[in-house]
Protein backbone atom coordinates (compact mmCIF):
# COMPACT_ATOMS: atom_id res chain seq x y z
CA UNK A 1 0.00 0.00 0.00
CA UNK A 2 1.58 3.36 -1.08
CA UNK A 3 0.53 6.48 1.20
CA UNK A 4 0.53 9.70 -0.88
CA UNK A 5 1.89 12.74 0.42
CA UNK A 6 -1.74 14.31 0.45
CA UNK A 7 -3.36 11.63 2.12
CA UNK A 8 -0.97 11.54 5.32
CA UNK A 9 -0.93 15.60 5.59
CA UNK A 10 -4.69 15.30 5.80
CA UNK A 11 -4.76 12.50 8.34
CA UNK A 12 -1.91 14.59 10.72
CA UNK A 13 -4.41 17.87 9.97
CA UNK A 14 -7.40 16.02 11.49
CA UNK A 15 -6.01 14.29 14.39
CA UNK A 16 -4.53 17.30 15.14
CA UNK A 17 -8.09 19.15 15.13
CA UNK A 18 -9.59 16.62 16.71
CA UNK A 19 -7.40 16.43 19.22
CA UNK A 20 -7.44 20.28 19.72
CA UNK A 21 -11.01 19.89 20.29
CA UNK A 22 -11.00 17.45 22.67
CA UNK A 23 -8.88 19.70 24.92
CA UNK A 24 -11.18 22.22 24.53
CA UNK A 25 -14.05 20.24 25.71
CA UNK A 26 -11.84 19.13 28.17
CA UNK A 27 -11.38 22.30 29.85
CA UNK A 28 -14.91 24.01 29.64
CA UNK A 29 -16.37 20.89 31.23
CA UNK A 30 -14.01 21.33 34.26
CA UNK A 31 -14.37 18.08 35.64
CA UNK A 32 -12.70 18.04 39.53
CA UNK A 33 -10.94 14.44 39.60
CA UNK A 34 -8.94 13.48 42.84
CA UNK A 35 -5.82 11.56 41.51
CA UNK A 36 -4.65 8.94 43.36
CA UNK A 37 -1.33 7.44 43.64
CA UNK A 38 -1.23 3.72 45.06
CA UNK A 39 2.01 1.70 45.58
CA UNK A 40 0.90 -1.49 43.03
CA UNK A 41 -0.09 -4.70 45.83
CA UNK A 42 -3.15 -2.18 46.70
CA UNK A 43 -4.26 -1.24 43.23
CA UNK A 44 -6.80 -4.08 43.03
CA UNK A 45 -8.69 -3.35 46.53
CA UNK A 46 -7.98 0.11 45.50
CA UNK A 47 -10.12 0.10 42.48
CA UNK A 48 -13.13 -2.28 44.31
CA UNK A 49 -13.25 -0.07 47.18
CA UNK A 50 -13.91 3.23 45.09
CA UNK A 51 -16.80 1.58 42.93
CA UNK A 52 -18.40 0.22 46.19
CA UNK A 53 -17.97 3.75 47.48
CA UNK A 54 -19.63 4.98 44.55
CA UNK A 55 -22.40 2.80 45.16
CA UNK A 56 -23.09 2.54 48.75
CA UNK A 57 -26.10 4.70 49.92
CA UNK A 58 -24.87 5.62 53.26
CA UNK A 59 -22.11 7.18 51.72
CA UNK A 60 -22.02 10.43 50.06
CA UNK A 61 -21.39 10.25 46.49
CA UNK A 62 -16.99 10.11 46.31
CA UNK A 63 -15.44 12.71 43.67
CA UNK A 64 -14.00 11.47 40.74
CA UNK A 65 -11.16 9.63 40.69
CA UNK A 66 -7.88 8.82 38.88
CA UNK A 67 -5.85 5.93 40.16
CA UNK A 68 -2.11 5.99 38.92
CA UNK A 69 -0.29 2.96 40.11
CA UNK A 70 3.39 2.69 41.00
CA UNK A 71 5.95 1.48 43.24
CA UNK A 72 5.79 3.25 46.44
CA UNK A 73 9.72 4.73 45.73
CA UNK A 74 8.75 5.96 42.29
CA UNK A 75 5.42 7.60 43.49
CA UNK A 76 6.97 9.15 46.00
CA UNK A 77 9.78 10.31 43.81
CA UNK A 78 7.13 11.99 41.99
CA UNK A 79 5.83 13.96 44.74
CA UNK A 80 9.02 14.90 45.27
CA UNK A 81 9.14 16.24 42.20
CA UNK A 82 5.77 18.00 42.43
CA UNK A 83 3.65 15.35 40.54
CA UNK A 84 0.23 16.10 40.63
CA UNK A 85 -1.42 13.64 43.08
CA UNK A 86 -3.66 14.56 45.77
CA UNK A 87 -3.41 11.30 47.80
CA UNK A 88 -0.83 8.72 48.11
CA UNK A 89 -1.65 5.38 49.11
CA UNK A 90 2.21 3.95 50.19
CA UNK A 91 3.11 0.23 51.05
CA UNK A 92 5.36 1.17 53.91
CA UNK A 93 5.42 3.78 56.60
CA UNK A 94 9.11 4.95 55.21
CA UNK A 95 8.17 7.18 52.52
CA UNK A 96 4.78 8.80 53.91
CA UNK A 97 6.97 9.49 56.90
CA UNK A 98 9.51 10.94 54.58
CA UNK A 99 7.30 13.27 53.20
CA UNK A 100 5.97 14.30 56.52
CA UNK A 101 9.30 14.91 57.83
CA UNK A 102 9.94 17.64 54.72
CA UNK A 103 6.30 19.08 54.72
CA UNK A 104 4.83 17.96 51.74
CA UNK A 105 1.93 16.63 53.18
CA UNK A 106 -1.58 18.24 54.82
CA UNK A 107 -1.47 18.59 58.06
CA UNK A 108 -2.15 15.23 60.04
CA UNK A 109 -2.94 13.35 57.19
CA UNK A 110 -0.66 10.47 57.39
CA UNK A 111 -2.48 7.23 58.83
CA UNK A 112 -1.98 3.39 58.19
CA UNK A 113 -5.23 2.37 56.31
CA UNK A 114 -3.81 -1.32 55.81
CA UNK A 115 -1.48 -4.02 57.18
CA UNK A 116 -0.36 -6.17 54.79
CA UNK A 117 0.27 -9.60 55.06
CA UNK A 118 2.68 -12.06 53.49
CA UNK A 119 1.82 -15.71 51.71
CA UNK A 120 4.26 -18.14 50.57
CA UNK A 121 2.69 -18.96 47.29
CA UNK A 122 3.66 -22.53 45.62
CA UNK A 123 1.11 -23.45 42.68
CA UNK A 124 2.87 -26.86 41.85
CA UNK A 125 2.92 -27.80 45.48
CA UNK A 126 0.87 -30.76 47.38
CA UNK A 127 0.97 -28.70 50.18
CA UNK A 128 2.50 -25.80 51.39
CA UNK A 129 4.20 -24.67 55.12
CA UNK A 130 6.61 -24.04 57.34
CA UNK A 131 8.97 -27.68 56.24
CA UNK A 132 8.00 -27.02 52.61
CA UNK A 133 10.01 -23.82 52.79
CA UNK A 134 12.37 -25.44 54.32
CA UNK A 135 12.79 -28.41 51.88
CA UNK A 136 13.28 -25.23 49.40
CA UNK A 137 15.88 -26.02 46.15
CA UNK A 138 16.46 -24.18 43.17
CA UNK A 139 14.47 -20.10 42.64
CA UNK A 140 12.55 -18.62 44.92
CA UNK A 141 10.64 -15.68 44.14
CA UNK A 142 10.72 -12.11 46.17
CA UNK A 143 10.46 -8.45 45.80
CA UNK A 144 13.27 -6.64 45.83
CA UNK A 145 14.02 -6.17 49.62
CA UNK A 146 15.86 -2.88 49.42
CA UNK A 147 12.28 -1.19 47.24
CA UNK A 148 9.63 -3.25 48.61
CA UNK A 149 8.16 -3.77 51.85
CA UNK A 150 7.16 -7.50 51.14
CA UNK A 151 10.51 -8.56 50.02
CA UNK A 152 11.65 -7.06 53.27
CA UNK A 153 9.69 -8.96 55.32
CA UNK A 154 10.76 -12.22 52.75
CA UNK A 155 13.84 -12.03 53.78
CA UNK A 156 12.60 -11.32 57.78
CA UNK A 157 11.09 -14.79 57.32
CA UNK A 158 13.81 -16.99 55.74
CA UNK A 159 16.32 -15.40 58.34
CA UNK A 160 13.86 -15.82 61.07
CA UNK A 161 14.01 -19.81 60.10
CA UNK A 162 17.38 -19.65 59.19
CA UNK A 163 17.36 -19.87 55.62
CA UNK A 164 18.91 -16.69 54.70
CA UNK A 165 22.40 -18.01 53.90
CA UNK A 166 21.77 -21.55 52.48
CA UNK A 167 23.32 -21.66 48.73
CA UNK A 168 20.55 -24.30 47.74
CA UNK A 169 18.18 -21.40 47.76
CA UNK A 170 18.59 -18.79 44.73
CA UNK A 171 16.46 -15.45 45.54
CA UNK A 172 14.99 -13.86 41.80
CA UNK A 173 14.11 -10.54 42.92
CA UNK A 174 10.93 -9.01 41.39
CA UNK A 175 10.88 -4.82 41.10
CA UNK A 176 7.92 -5.07 43.26
CA UNK A 177 5.84 -7.84 44.47
CA UNK A 178 3.55 -7.56 41.60
CA UNK A 179 6.58 -9.02 39.75
CA UNK A 180 7.67 -11.58 42.01
CA UNK A 181 3.85 -12.84 41.58
CA UNK A 182 4.06 -12.82 37.86
CA UNK A 183 7.84 -14.97 37.72
CA UNK A 184 5.66 -17.68 39.65
CA UNK A 185 2.95 -17.04 37.71
CA UNK A 186 4.55 -17.26 34.38
CA UNK A 187 6.02 -20.62 35.80
CA UNK A 188 9.09 -19.42 35.81
CA UNK A 189 10.41 -20.07 39.37
CA UNK A 190 8.01 -22.63 41.11
CA UNK A 191 7.14 -20.37 44.38
CA UNK A 192 7.86 -17.75 46.25
CA UNK A 193 6.86 -14.96 48.55
CA UNK A 194 4.05 -12.54 47.89
CA UNK A 195 1.20 -10.53 48.63
CA UNK A 196 -1.85 -12.49 50.51
CA UNK A 197 -3.62 -9.85 48.88
CA UNK A 198 -2.56 -11.31 45.81
CA UNK A 199 -3.39 -14.83 46.61
CA UNK A 200 -6.85 -15.13 47.87
CA UNK A 201 -8.11 -16.94 45.56
CA UNK A 202 -6.12 -19.68 45.08
CA UNK A 203 -6.40 -22.61 47.11
CA UNK A 204 -5.08 -23.69 50.78
CA UNK A 205 -2.74 -26.83 49.33
CA UNK A 206 -0.79 -23.88 47.66
CA UNK A 207 -0.31 -21.14 49.81
CA UNK A 208 0.88 -20.83 53.32
CA UNK A 209 -0.13 -17.77 55.42
CA UNK A 210 3.12 -16.48 56.89
CA UNK A 211 2.58 -16.43 60.66
CA UNK A 212 2.97 -12.83 61.66
CA UNK A 213 6.09 -13.79 64.42
CA UNK A 214 8.46 -13.94 61.40
CA UNK A 215 8.25 -10.98 60.45
CA UNK A 216 7.38 -7.00 61.10
CA UNK A 217 4.15 -6.14 60.41
CA UNK A 218 3.75 -4.44 56.89
CA UNK A 219 2.02 -1.46 57.64
CA UNK A 220 0.87 0.19 54.66
CA UNK A 221 0.16 4.61 55.23
CA UNK A 222 -1.81 7.41 53.12
CA UNK A 223 -1.03 10.76 53.07
CA UNK A 224 -2.97 13.71 51.59
CA UNK A 225 -0.53 15.85 49.17
CA UNK A 226 0.00 19.62 50.31
CA UNK A 227 -0.26 20.74 47.31
CA UNK A 228 -3.87 19.18 46.61
CA UNK A 229 -6.02 22.07 45.51
CA UNK A 230 -9.18 19.90 46.83
CA UNK A 231 -8.51 19.18 50.15
CA UNK A 232 -12.14 18.58 51.25
CA UNK A 233 -13.04 16.00 48.87
CA UNK A 234 -9.31 14.45 49.69
CA UNK A 235 -10.47 14.33 53.29
CA UNK A 236 -13.75 12.39 52.29
CA UNK A 237 -12.00 9.77 50.30
CA UNK A 238 -9.56 9.43 53.20
CA UNK A 239 -12.25 9.33 55.68
CA UNK A 240 -14.57 6.50 53.36
CA UNK A 241 -11.05 4.53 53.19
CA UNK A 242 -10.37 4.84 56.99
CA UNK A 243 -14.51 3.70 57.57
CA UNK A 244 -15.55 0.40 59.03
CA UNK A 245 -17.29 -0.41 55.91
CA UNK A 246 -13.95 0.12 53.86
CA UNK A 247 -11.89 -1.40 56.60
CA UNK A 248 -14.25 -4.49 56.41
CA UNK A 249 -13.17 -4.98 52.58
CA UNK A 250 -10.07 -4.48 52.72
CA UNK A 251 -9.44 -7.22 55.54
CA UNK A 252 -11.29 -9.27 53.04
CA UNK A 253 -8.95 -8.76 50.65
CA UNK A 254 -5.46 -10.29 52.52
CA UNK A 255 -5.30 -7.68 55.08
CA UNK A 256 -5.14 -7.30 58.64
CA UNK A 257 -7.18 -5.56 60.85
CA UNK A 258 -5.13 -1.93 61.71
CA UNK A 259 -3.64 -1.48 64.98
CA UNK A 260 -6.17 0.08 67.56
CA UNK A 261 -3.76 3.31 67.81
CA UNK A 262 -3.23 4.06 64.10
CA UNK A 263 -5.39 6.30 63.74
CA UNK A 264 -3.47 8.65 66.24
CA UNK A 265 -0.94 9.20 63.97
CA UNK B 1 31.26 2.80 44.08
CA UNK B 2 30.15 0.11 45.70
CA UNK B 3 31.53 -3.54 44.61
CA UNK B 4 27.71 -4.30 43.70
CA UNK B 5 28.40 -1.05 40.98
CA UNK B 6 31.56 -2.16 39.95
CA UNK B 7 30.08 -5.52 39.59
CA UNK B 8 27.17 -4.50 37.83
CA UNK B 9 29.45 -2.17 35.98
CA UNK B 10 31.54 -5.07 34.11
CA UNK B 11 28.52 -7.37 33.49
CA UNK B 12 26.75 -4.79 31.78
CA UNK B 13 29.92 -4.38 29.33
CA UNK B 14 30.39 -7.80 29.30
CA UNK B 15 27.05 -7.85 27.99
CA UNK B 16 27.30 -5.21 25.55
CA UNK B 17 30.01 -7.17 24.09
CA UNK B 18 28.88 -10.39 24.15
CA UNK B 19 25.65 -9.23 22.34
CA UNK B 20 27.49 -7.15 19.56
CA UNK B 21 29.82 -10.35 18.38
CA UNK B 22 26.80 -12.38 18.22
CA UNK B 23 24.66 -10.21 16.27
CA UNK B 24 28.29 -9.60 13.78
CA UNK B 25 27.67 -12.91 13.28
CA UNK B 26 24.23 -13.53 12.78
CA UNK B 27 23.77 -9.87 11.58
CA UNK B 28 26.22 -9.33 8.62
CA UNK B 29 24.94 -13.06 6.29
CA UNK B 30 20.96 -11.88 7.06
CA UNK B 31 21.56 -8.53 6.08
CA UNK B 32 23.86 -9.34 2.98
CA UNK B 33 20.74 -12.09 2.30
CA UNK B 34 18.38 -9.21 2.72
CA UNK B 35 19.89 -6.79 0.27
CA UNK B 36 20.32 -8.89 -2.51
CA UNK B 37 16.26 -10.32 -1.49
CA UNK B 38 13.85 -9.63 -3.81
CA UNK B 39 10.03 -10.66 -3.02
CA UNK B 40 6.57 -9.26 -2.16
CA UNK B 41 7.11 -10.52 1.50
CA UNK B 42 10.00 -8.63 1.63
CA UNK B 43 8.34 -5.39 3.45
CA UNK B 44 6.84 -8.32 5.96
CA UNK B 45 10.64 -9.61 6.90
CA UNK B 46 11.59 -6.08 6.88
CA UNK B 47 8.91 -5.06 9.30
CA UNK B 48 9.89 -8.27 11.81
CA UNK B 49 13.00 -7.23 12.29
CA UNK B 50 12.52 -3.61 12.86
CA UNK B 51 9.80 -4.26 15.39
CA UNK B 52 12.36 -4.22 18.25
CA UNK B 53 12.90 -0.79 17.33
CA UNK B 54 9.43 0.78 17.97
CA UNK B 55 8.05 -1.90 20.62
CA UNK B 56 8.11 -1.42 24.35
CA UNK B 57 11.06 -3.13 25.48
CA UNK B 58 8.07 -4.43 27.99
CA UNK B 59 6.31 -6.76 25.35
CA UNK B 60 9.42 -8.15 24.70
CA UNK B 61 10.02 -8.72 28.01
CA UNK B 62 6.74 -10.09 28.64
CA UNK B 63 6.96 -12.88 25.85
CA UNK B 64 10.16 -14.10 26.58
CA UNK B 65 8.90 -14.42 30.03
CA UNK B 66 6.12 -16.94 28.73
CA UNK B 67 8.98 -18.71 26.25
CA UNK B 68 11.59 -19.10 29.09
CA UNK B 69 8.99 -20.68 31.30
CA UNK B 70 9.79 -24.15 31.59
CA UNK B 71 5.74 -24.91 30.83
CA UNK B 72 6.71 -23.62 27.04
CA UNK B 73 8.28 -25.51 24.61
CA UNK B 74 11.00 -23.39 23.99
CA UNK B 75 11.68 -22.95 27.81
CA UNK B 76 11.12 -27.16 28.11
CA UNK B 77 13.61 -27.58 25.20
CA UNK B 78 16.56 -25.69 26.35
CA UNK B 79 15.84 -27.28 29.96
CA UNK B 80 16.29 -30.36 28.46
CA UNK B 81 19.41 -29.24 26.27
CA UNK B 82 21.76 -27.45 28.64
CA UNK B 83 20.02 -28.90 32.04
CA UNK B 84 19.76 -24.94 32.99
CA UNK B 85 16.75 -22.25 33.17
CA UNK B 86 16.64 -19.72 30.68
CA UNK B 87 14.94 -16.81 32.91
CA UNK B 88 17.21 -15.15 35.61
CA UNK B 89 20.60 -16.12 33.94
CA UNK B 90 22.85 -14.54 32.19
CA UNK B 91 22.28 -16.34 28.87
CA UNK B 92 18.43 -15.11 29.59
CA UNK B 93 19.27 -11.55 29.28
CA UNK B 94 21.61 -12.46 26.63
CA UNK B 95 19.54 -13.62 24.60
CA UNK B 96 16.64 -10.74 25.16
CA UNK B 97 19.60 -8.66 24.53
CA UNK B 98 20.33 -9.93 20.86
CA UNK B 99 16.89 -9.89 19.73
CA UNK B 100 16.30 -6.29 21.42
CA UNK B 101 19.24 -5.00 19.41
CA UNK B 102 18.69 -6.87 16.35
CA UNK B 103 17.71 -3.70 14.13
CA UNK B 104 21.06 -1.78 15.46
CA UNK B 105 23.05 -4.15 13.53
CA UNK B 106 20.94 -4.84 10.74
CA UNK B 107 20.22 -1.21 9.99
CA UNK B 108 23.57 0.06 8.72
CA UNK B 109 24.81 -3.24 7.52
CA UNK B 110 21.67 -3.25 4.72
CA UNK B 111 21.60 0.37 3.86
CA UNK B 112 25.17 -0.17 3.02
CA UNK B 113 24.57 -3.23 1.52
CA UNK B 114 22.25 -2.47 -0.60
CA UNK B 115 24.27 0.98 -1.56
CA UNK B 116 26.99 -0.76 -2.89
CA UNK B 117 27.66 -0.74 -6.59
CA UNK B 118 27.36 -4.17 -8.07
CA UNK B 119 29.56 -3.30 -11.14
CA UNK B 120 32.30 -4.19 -8.56
CA UNK B 121 31.44 -7.24 -7.84
CA UNK B 122 30.45 -7.95 -11.48
CA UNK B 123 33.93 -7.43 -12.40
CA UNK B 124 35.34 -9.67 -9.84
CA UNK B 125 32.71 -12.15 -11.20
CA UNK B 126 33.96 -12.33 -14.20
CA UNK B 127 37.47 -12.53 -13.49
CA UNK B 128 36.83 -15.60 -11.45
CA UNK B 129 36.71 -14.71 -7.75
CA UNK B 130 35.07 -16.60 -5.58
CA UNK B 131 31.87 -15.71 -3.56
CA UNK B 132 33.26 -16.13 -0.50
CA UNK B 133 36.15 -13.69 -1.84
CA UNK B 134 34.04 -11.30 -3.45
CA UNK B 135 32.76 -10.82 0.21
CA UNK B 136 35.65 -10.43 2.15
CA UNK B 137 37.91 -8.62 -0.39
CA UNK B 138 35.18 -6.26 -1.63
CA UNK B 139 32.27 -5.53 0.39
CA UNK B 140 34.22 -5.57 3.67
CA UNK B 141 36.71 -3.28 2.50
CA UNK B 142 34.10 -0.63 1.33
CA UNK B 143 31.19 -1.11 3.94
CA UNK B 144 33.85 -1.22 7.06
CA UNK B 145 33.11 1.90 8.46
CA UNK B 146 28.97 0.96 8.46
CA UNK B 147 30.35 -2.74 10.22
CA UNK B 148 31.95 -0.41 12.91
CA UNK B 149 29.29 1.97 13.53
CA UNK B 150 26.80 -1.12 13.37
CA UNK B 151 28.73 -2.87 16.32
CA UNK B 152 29.31 0.39 17.90
CA UNK B 153 25.03 1.27 18.02
CA UNK B 154 24.63 -2.43 19.26
CA UNK B 155 26.85 -1.95 21.94
CA UNK B 156 25.10 1.28 22.84
CA UNK B 157 21.99 0.02 22.90
CA UNK B 158 22.70 -2.51 25.04
CA UNK B 159 24.40 -0.43 27.47
CA UNK B 160 20.97 1.23 27.89
CA UNK B 161 18.83 -1.30 27.93
CA UNK B 162 16.53 -1.62 31.18
CA UNK B 163 12.78 -3.01 30.61
CA UNK B 164 13.91 -6.52 28.88
CA UNK B 165 16.07 -7.18 31.88
CA UNK B 166 13.80 -5.79 34.44
CA UNK B 167 11.21 -7.91 33.30
CA UNK B 168 13.39 -11.44 32.61
CA UNK B 169 16.52 -10.89 34.87
CA UNK B 170 15.52 -10.94 38.36
CA UNK B 171 18.01 -8.73 39.58
CA UNK B 172 20.87 -11.33 40.61
CA UNK B 173 24.20 -9.40 41.19
CA UNK B 174 26.90 -10.59 39.23
CA UNK B 175 24.27 -12.40 36.38
CA UNK B 176 21.36 -10.23 35.78
CA UNK B 177 21.58 -6.84 37.53
CA UNK B 178 23.28 -4.67 35.05
CA UNK B 179 24.12 -0.61 35.51
CA UNK B 180 20.51 0.56 34.81
CA UNK B 181 18.80 -2.21 36.87
CA UNK B 182 21.50 -0.81 39.75
CA UNK B 183 20.58 2.37 38.72
CA UNK B 184 17.10 2.12 39.04
CA UNK B 185 17.48 0.13 42.34
CA UNK B 186 19.45 3.35 43.92
CA UNK B 187 16.91 5.79 42.66
CA UNK B 188 14.00 3.54 44.26
CA UNK B 189 15.85 3.00 47.75
CA UNK B 190 16.17 6.86 47.68
CA UNK B 191 20.10 6.55 47.64
CA UNK B 192 20.87 9.47 45.20
CA UNK B 193 24.14 9.97 45.82
CA UNK B 194 25.26 6.62 44.19
CA UNK B 195 22.69 7.01 41.72
CA UNK B 196 24.11 10.06 40.27
CA UNK B 197 27.64 7.71 40.24
CA UNK B 198 26.12 5.85 37.72
CA UNK B 199 23.91 7.59 36.16
CA UNK B 200 26.64 10.19 35.26
CA UNK B 201 28.71 7.42 34.28
CA UNK B 202 26.49 6.13 31.79
CA UNK B 203 25.74 9.22 30.35
CA UNK B 204 29.84 10.04 29.90
CA UNK B 205 30.31 6.35 28.65
CA UNK B 206 27.07 6.49 26.15
CA UNK B 207 28.52 9.98 24.37
CA UNK B 208 31.80 8.77 24.34
CA UNK B 209 30.69 6.12 22.51
CA UNK B 210 28.59 8.28 20.17
CA UNK B 211 31.03 10.87 19.43
CA UNK B 212 33.74 8.40 18.22
CA UNK B 213 30.94 6.52 15.90
CA UNK B 214 30.17 10.22 14.51
CA UNK B 215 33.99 11.10 14.05
CA UNK B 216 33.87 7.54 12.41
CA UNK B 217 31.16 8.53 10.23
CA UNK B 218 32.61 11.62 8.98
CA UNK B 219 35.50 10.06 8.05
CA UNK B 220 33.24 7.38 5.72
CA UNK B 221 31.50 9.85 4.17
CA UNK B 222 34.81 11.84 2.95
CA UNK B 223 36.47 7.74 1.44
CA UNK B 224 33.05 8.04 0.05
CA UNK B 225 32.93 11.44 -1.08
Request: a neutral charge; glycine letters at 6%; aromatic letters at 10%.
Amino acid sequence: MRVSLHSFIYAVVFFSLSLLSQNCLAENEQVLTLRVAVAANFSQTLRELIAVGDSSNNQQNLPQIDVVVGSTGTLYAQIVHGAPFDIFLAANVKHPAQLEQNGLIAEHSRHTYAVGQLAFWCPSCESTDEQSLKNWQGNLAIANPTLAPYGEAAIQVLQALNLADLTSIRLVQGNNVAQAFQFIDSGNTLGGFVAASQVMEKTEAQTWLVPHQFYAPIEQQLVIVKNTKQLAAAKQLVAFLLSEQAQLIIQQHGYQALPVNSKAN
Amino acid sequence: MAATDITALWLTLKLAFITSCILLVIGTPLAWWLSGWQSRFKPLVLAIVALPLVLPPTVLGFYLLIAFSPQSEFGALWQNITGKQLAFSFYGILLGSILYSLPFMLQPLYAAFSQLPKTYLDVAHTLGMGKVARFCKIVVPLTKASFISAFGLCFAHTLGEFGVVLMIGGNIPGETQVLSIALFDHVESMQYQQAHVLAAGLLVLSFVLLVVLYRQHGKKAQLWG
